[in-house]
C-alpha cells in the first residue's frame, strides 16, 4: 500500500522541491530522455561511454503519454508523469516501485552481457542470478522471479547509503523499504556554471504499471528537481527524506 494525495496534504510541514522558474517546455515527442530540455543555464553531466547513467540517458519514450497498468487500463492517475518510457511492464502484476529499478539495472547489464553483474538479493540476503547466455525468454523468467521475491525491503539493503547528496548520479536511487515503501530512480543529471544539479526520476508504482518520468509537484510543467533544501523530497506520489538516497 502507498500513502494517499490526502495523507500529504495532512503534512504541512513537508518542503517542496521547485526547479528555477523557467517557461513551460514544448510539447514534443522526444525519442529518448536525453532529448528532454535541460532548464536555461543547465547542462547535462557528462556519462562515461557505456556507462549505466549514459545507458538510462538513452532509454526511449513513448509517443502515448499515458501510463497503462500491466492489464491494459489506464492509470487512475493521469498527472504524475511527464513522459512515459518504452519498456514492457510485463503482463502480471509484478512489475513495481523497486522492481521497476531492478529491471532497469537487469536491462543494461543483459544488454552488454555482463550477466555475472545481475544480481538481486531477497530479504533473507539469498542472491537471485542469472545465468550466463541466458535467453531472452529465461531472462523474463528471472525477473519474475526477482520481482516475486525481491522488493523495497531487500533493495534498500542491497544498495549503499549516499552519504553527500550533492554527490548523487543517475542511477542513483531514493528508496523507503517497508510496507507501505516506495523507489524511484535518477536517470538524468544537469549541472549549471555554478555546479548547481538538477535530477530526473523515474518511477512504476502499484498496480505494476509503464515506468514513467515524474514530473515535479513544485513546477508541473518540469520534470527536473532542485536537491532539496530542507530534509525532504517530494514527488508526486511519495515522499522521501534526503537520508534515503542509495547508490549501487
Known sequence: MKP??????????????????????????WQQIGQIPAPPGYQRMHQIDGSFGEWLRK???????????????LKRNQSA?????DISVGKKDLQQCADAIMRLRAEYFYNRKEYDSIDFWDNDKKHYRLS???????????LERVFSYCGTISLEN???????????EPGDVFI???SPGHAVIIVDVAINGEGKKLFMLAQSYMPAQDIHILVNPG??????YEIPIG????????????????TW
Not at 508523469?81 to 518510457?85: C, D, K, L, S, Y
Not at 550466463?132 to 528471472?142: D, I, L, S, T, V
Not at 530534509?231 to 542509495?246: M, N, Y
Open 219 to 224: 513546477d508541473p510543467n518540469s520534470p527536473w
Open 59 to 73: 532509454l526511449p519514450l513513448k509517443d502515448d503519454k499515458r501510463v497503462y497498468l500491466f492489464d491494459g487500463r
Open 231 to 246: 530534509i525532504t523530497l517530494r514527488t508526486p506520489e511519495w515522499v522521501f527524506e534526503k537520508k534515503q538516497l542509495r
Open 81 to 85: 508523469q511527464f513522459a512515459v518510457i
Open 176 to 178: 523507503k523499504g517497508g
Open 132 to 142: 550466463a547466455n541466458a535467453g531472452r525468454q529465461e531472462f523474463n523468467g528471472y
Open 4 to 29: 494517499t494525495l490526502l495523507m500529504f496534504i495532512l503534512l504541512p510541514h513537508l518542503v517542496s522541491c521547485q526547479t528555477p522558474s523557467q517557461e513551460a517546455l514544448p510539447e514534443e515527442n
Open 158 to 168: 542491497q544498495l549503499k547509503p549516499l552519504k553527500n547528496i550533492d554527490d548523487l
